[in-house]
């Protein structure tokens, strides 16, 4: 059993940076690819970006790529999302996870987080 708890959301201004974190316990959390997602108020769930077991590899949506950097340290059990040059477009509710798979499908995760918020000022 894996739980994820994600943190460091908040109300930034346009042009600002926040570091989002996401703790995971359990024994498994080197296994998995790990990824963030984000749901803006009235639409689906989206794809930000994610990264394999051991780091190397990492993709993300076009919408953030050059913005937005994911990291992981595995032996602290975190993933972090790092965020700059924010827009107003990226508020949402992000969502850690985890992937069984090499993927950026929702149907693909084998965990959820509960969710941050992220507002972004105009």
């Known amino acids: 059993q894996v739980q994820l708890v994600e943190s460091g959301g908040g109300l930034v201004q346009a042009g600002g940076s926040l570091r989002l974190s996401c703790a995971a316990s359990g024994r498994t959390f080197s296994s998995y690819v790990m990824a963030w997602f984000r749901r803006a108020p009235g639409q689906e769930r989206e794809f930000v970006a994610h990264?394999?077991?051991?780091?190397?590899?990492?993709h993300y949506a076009d919408s953030v790529k050059g913005r937005f950097t994911i990291s992981r340290d595995n032996a602290k059990k975190t993933v972090y999302l790092q965020m700059n040059s924010l827009k107003p477009e990226d508020t949402a509710v992000y969502y850690c996870?985890?992937?069984?798979?090499?993927?950026?499908?929702?149907?693909?995760?084998?965990?959820w987080g509960q969710g941050t918020q992220v507002t972004v000022s105009s």
């Open positions: 996870a985890a992937l069984g798979r090499w993927t950026a499908l929702a149907s693909d995760v084998r965990y």
């Open positions: 990264i394999s077991w051991n780091g190397d590899n990492t």
